[in-house]
């Protein structure tokens, strides 16, 4: 069930039952009907293996399971949202950038290094994002929070794009990312641009890029 | 209850850059942009929340509530002594400029109705409506007809009844009755909930407690679970748990004086008991 954009802070999702959602805790607004809100002991799907996974990654984040018959309201923070639809593909976000998500899509962690070698590990820890990232598979909607309004880049195999890291939001399709540094003798002697780490993005799909460099 | 957004006000910025604004191009009350409000003064009075003034034009005078000039118009606009060192008159000629915290800024109008809104939340309002605490802690009560100025963490959401509202994101409510508790611990039922109730394991949703809505009405909500700092006026203070006050809300809290007259602020009040006659 996709999510409703009601304003570019709010998003209002339809529970059915027997349909469960996933959404951080604290970040319901409002609702109508009966809706349950559970907190989720292993934070996501996947059961014990998949919060320990987790908590080793540390990429575990309080959520809660959304479950009943209504409408639900979500918000968090005056934070602006995303929402993000998935047909089949995999999308990488932060686990704390998550806001809701539907119960169908199967979550995941990934390893930095697998997706860009040693530079996708100094790149998680230039970013401040660690070595792992959250993945979220199958067909869907996701609810993303970003600082500042988000835009959504395309990314093609000829046009690969360049990120600034801490602007970074999320990203799907089949893109391999890479830290380019673009170190001179100028950063060294202080004098540098602040732009000498960006993140590469290549491949097939698309980067959501937030218009803030504040981290959540 | 009618409203205006923002987003109606004429548009600022475009290709030639930012519009500029003289006295005469201000618009009068009404959004300069979604933060911004413009209040006219013609000789008239606006009751202003402290610090939302940004700028003005003209000649405005700014006087705090409660020095003894404003007798007549606090009688029949003000009846918040909790809040009364919160807000100040403006007096004058000109056009001022209203902004809070690069809130969203938006105008209603009420027209001989009633309207319950969080006290961070409201800016100013018109001298012909009355102000009166909520008997909801933290909540304001604008009754009778004329315009007033909200501030909201993004826009601002109108919900119909029935509905459950997260209390951080509810920003007021019209013409609606007052909103009860509502708390769901569902979960904590059963063994493994009653486990998890037990050991705290597995934390709580933060999703307990909603003001549930019911009957005719409209609800109005933020997007946002951000407040500002406020006072909890009109809870049951510690003076009031016995004696004539009991259930009072505010009660023993300090502003309202010996006689159980509310106090502003600059008053003398209880000097006669300070004088122990």
Redesign the interface.
């Known amino acids: 069930m996709p999510f409703r954009e009601i304003n570019s802070k709010m998003v209002e999702a339809q529970v059915v039952p027997g349909q469960r959602m996933y959404s951080q805790r604290g970040a319901m607004l409002a609702y109508r009907g009966e809706v349950s809100f559970t907190p989720s002991l292993t934070g996501g799907q996947g059961g014990v293996m998949g919060m320990i996974g987790r908590r080793v990654a540390n990429e575990q984040t309080p959520l809660m399971t959304v479950e009943g018959s209504g409408t639900v309201m979500f918000g968090h923070g005056g934070h602006h949202i995303q929402v993000i639809n998935l047909s089949g593909e995999t999308l990488y976000v932060e686990a704390d950038r998550l806001l809701a998500f539907d119960g169908t899509l199967q979550q995941g962690t990934m390893f930095m290094g697998s997706q860009g070698g040693v530079m996708g590990m100094v790149r998680g820890q230039v970013t401040g994002q660690g070595l792992f990232t959250t993945t979220l598979k199958g067909h869907g909607s996701v609810a993303v929070m970003a600082h500042g309004g988000v835009i959504e880049l395309p990314i093609t195999p000829q046009r690969p794009v360049h990120v600034d890291p801490q602007a970074y939001v999320a990203h799907h399709g089949d893109v391999r990312n890479k830290l380019s540094t673009a170190l001179g003798w100028r950063d060294m002697v202080g004098r540098g641009s602040g732009e000498a780490f960006q993140l590469e993005l290549s491949g097939q799909g698309a980067v959501y890029v937030q218009a803030s460099e504040e981290k959540l | 209850m009618t409203y205006y957004s923002g987003t109606n006000g004429p548009a600022s910025g475009g290709p030639g850059g930012p519009t500029v604004f003289d006295p005469h191009t201000l618009p009068s009350d009404d959004n300069v942009n979604a933060y911004t409000f413009c209040v006219e003064l013609k000789g008239g009075q606006w009751f202003l929340q402290k610090g939302k003034m940004i700028s003005y034009y003209g000649s405005i005078e700014f006087n705090g509530v409660g020095n003894g000039r404003f007798d007549r118009l606090l009688r029949t606009s003000f009846h918040s002594p909790l809040h009364a060192s919160d807000w100040v008159v403006a007096e004058g000629q000109g056009k001022m400029l209203l902004a809070d915290r690069a809130f969203d800024v938006n105008s209603y109008d009420l027209d001989e109705g009633n309207l319950t809104i969080r006290s961070g939340n409201l800016l100013a309002y018109q001298p012909t409506l009355a102000l009166k605490q909520s008997i909801v802690p933290g909540f304001l009560t604008l009754i009778g007809t004329g315009k007033f100025v909200a501030a909201s963490?993004?826009?601002v959401?109108f919900?119909e009844p029935?509905?459950?509202?997260?209390p951080q994101?509810l920003v007021g409510w019209a013409d609606c009755p007052s909103p009860c508790h509502h708390y769901?611990h569902?979960?904590m039922s059963g063994v493994i909930g009653g486990l998890?109730s037990l050991t705290g394991?597995?934390?709580?949703?933060?999703?307990?407690h909603?003001f549930e809505f019911v009957g005719a009405g409209t609800?109005l909500?933020q997007?946002?679970?951000?407040l500002m700092a406020e006072q909890a006026v009109g809870a049951v203070g510690t003076g009031a748990v016995g004696g004539q006050n009991q259930g009072v809300p505010g009660a023993g809290e300090g502003p309202l004086g010996q006689l159980g007259v509310p106090r502003m602020p600059g008053q003398l009040g209880d000097l006669q008991r300070r004088l122990g006659l």
């Open positions: 963490n993004g826009p959401v919900m029935p509905l459950r509202v997260d994101a769901d569902g979960y998890r394991l597995g934390g709580s949703s933060g999703e307990e909603q609800v909500l997007s946002s679970e951000t």
